[in-house]
């Protein structure tokens, strides 16, 4: 990428970081932002049919909030964002956990199952973890 991207500020556009950093990012959230934020994020304020994903969105503030499909994984609860080519990223707040999907092959396709596949594993493995 230019320079001129990493150093321009686009709030909805150019979130850059790796994997990792967003996934501490995400788990640190209690830490960084007050109750009253953090609930103000997950609140829905939006949400509707959009005819470019051709899928039902919810948004906070500042967040792409849970629906019926369930692109932030199989939590009810979840909250975070999507990104270019099929990455998701958010937070489960009941399990306390940050996540982050990036990969290096780029997809935009209706049949791009791998997230789904990822954060399901993910989540079997948390809650495996949990009940022992």
């Known amino acids: ?15 850059i970081g790796t994997a990792r950093s967003v ?7 209690v830490r960084l932002l007050s109750p009253a934020t953090l609930q103000l994020g997950t609140t829905v304020l939006s949400s509707r049919y959009d005819p470019l994903m051709e899928r039902q969105t919810s948004f906070g503030v500042g967040f792409q909030l849970q629906t019926d499909m369930l692109t932030l994984g ?14 998701v990223h958010g937070r489960w707040p009941r399990q306390r956990l940050g996540f982050s999907y990036a990969m290096n092959l780029l ?16 989540y079997q ?3 495996q973890e949990a009940a022992a």
Do not use: I, Q, T
Not at 1 to 10: F, I, N, R, T
Not at 107 to 122: E, F, K, T, V
């Open 1 to 15: 990428m230019k320079p001129a991207w990493h150093a321009a500020e686009v709030p909805s556009s150019n979130g």
């Open 23 to 29: 996934a501490r990012f995400y788990a640190s959230l």
């Open 74 to 87: 199989p939590v009810p609860d979840a909250f975070g964002h999507g990104g270019a080519g099929g990455s």
């Open 107 to 122: 997809r935009d396709d209706p049949g791009d199952r791998r997230a789904a596949a990822l954060l399901s594993a993910l």
């Open 125 to 127: 493995c948390v809650e």
